[in-house]
């Protein structure tokens, strides 16, 4: 993919539904009493291999268009055991969710991703679960995938994160809903609370606190009958940072989701003088809607750490882009955990900035980026990561020669259309 500078981005668009909610509705459909018909559907690599691995459990899965997906659900004990591996591919997310149902489930399954899933830690999840009873090995002690689970006669645990992880928080509540007794999960930062919000509308019951919530076992899903998936804040925040750093720019992009725990990025932009609107429109499947307008800004070094870094962990490559057009020094701390996402994506975005001519100093826990900078040409990697391939991209409007991404396919992960969408602004 070839991006050359863009003397401004006008226009209206959408984007592709949210990755996390995808991934949720249809594991929570599959568990579920009764059918669920899933509108706004992601349809990328990852919600995909979600999808495939439910049906390698017996569950009736149709794709009637290529964002409607509809989830005949089994109910818990309608779940069969696979008769080959459940591979999840790049999907963080499939893998440590579905553990958590496999952890409850009494059969044998062996679950495989692809190399980049194959680097990622997974006992943050496996060790929890073996204290709750389920029995899984691996390599490394279970640590790693290829990872086999026997599952089962589960006990319900309390369990204080040391990060704040949505797939850690999410993985034992699925887990707990067939424990017995009450399952109580703490995290030091309250992260994405997807799975809180939507179990609700799948008839459980559950207790919130600021960074702890509960639920007791023996709790059957049942479908609400239809979830409606509102477009991927991640995903927008890319055309936002293109708006915020193009000249003359003015775009708005509708039906974004607004949750609150995802909404750290918009703060971030907004702390650093972005013109950014937002106007709720209204409320899907408990998750806030709105239309967003970014008009083009002068911008502004600012420090982001602690408890936002949760809020838009996700976003941090395209930041730190914005970040070298912005006057001053940008800090970013409490960032670790992105060491351990699809790629060590401290260390890739540093590298990729670099490239383009970016003064970027990698930290133990985030990034120190010098501006404001002017950016030149380069041929940049995505490095199989979704998320460093759009920030190198969004790069390439403004960077002297453009910016050619390698691997780029991987966008598609999260944002199919992504070049499509980005040529339709810049020719607004």
Not at 132 to 149: C, D, H, N, W, Y
Not at 246 to 273: A, C, K, Q, W, Y
Not at 367 to 387: A, F, M, Y
Request: hydrophobic content about 40%; some cysteine.
């Amino acid at each position: 993919m070839t991006i050359q500078p863009a003397a401004s981005l006008q226009g209206e668009v959408t984007v592709p539904g949210d990755k996390s909610i995808s991934h949720r509705a249809v594991m929570f459909g599959a568990v579920a009493q009764g059918t669920t018909r899933v509108t706004g559907f992601l349809p990328g690599a990852d919600c995909l291999s979600t999808i495939d691995c439910f049906r390698r459990m017996g569950v009736a899965i149709e794709r009637e268009e290529e964002t409607v997906v509809t989830i005949h659900g089994r109910g818990w004990n309608g779940l069969t055991e696979p008769d080959s591996f459940l591979d999840v591919g790049n999907s963080g997310t499939t893998i440590r969710l579905m553990l958590g149902i496999l952890a409850g489930s009494p059969f044998y399954s062996a679950v495989i991703g692809d190399e980049s899933i194959a680097r990622r830690p997974m006992d943050r999840v496996v060790e929890p679960l073996r204290r709750m009873g389920a029995q899984i090995e691996g390599r490394k002690g279970g640590s790693f995938t290829p990872l086999g689970v026997r599952g089962g006669n589960l006990s319900s645990i309390e369990h204080v994160s040391r990060v704040a992880s949505a797939q850690v928080k999410s993985c034992l509540l699925l887990a707990g809903l067939r424990a017995d007794g009450i399952t109580r999960i703490q995290e030091p930062y309250r992260s994405r609370d997807h799975t809180e919000r939507m179990l609700p509308a799948f008839g459980i019951e559950l207790q919130q606190s600021e960074n702890e919530v509960s639920l007791s076992g023996d709790q059957q899903l049942s479908s609400p009958g239809e979830v409606r998936v509102p477009g991927d804040i991640s995903s927008a925040a890319f055309l936002i940072a293109a708006a915020l750093i193009v000249p003359n720019s003015h775009i708005t992009i509708r039906n974004v989701g607004l949750n609150p725990t995802r909404t750290g990025i918009l703060d971030s932009f907004r702390e650093m003088g972005g013109a950014i609107e937002i106007v709720e429109t209204g409320e899907w499947s408990g998750e806030a809607v709105g239309d967003i307008t970014v008009t083009s800004s002068a911008l502004k070094g600012v420090e982001v750490k602690g408890d936002r870094i949760p809020r838009l962990i996700d976003e941090i490559p395209i930041l730190a882009v914005v970040a070298t057009q912005a006057n001053g020094r940008t800090v970013i701390r409490d960032a670790a955990e992105l060491k351990v996402k699809e790629t060590n994506r401290i260390a890739v975005t540093a590298q990729e900035m670099r490239r383009l001519g970016a003064v970027v100093e990698e930290t133990a826990d985030g990034l120190v980026i010098e501006g404001r900078t002017p950016l030149k040409g380069s041929h940049c990697n995505s490095h199989g990561d979704h998320r460093i391939g759009m920030a190198t991209a969004i790069a390439g409007l403004i960077a002297d020669g453009g910016v050619t991404v390698g691997r780029a396919g991987a966008i598609d992960i999260s944002f199919p259309g992504f070049e499509h969408t980005l040529h339709r602004l810049t020719n607004g």
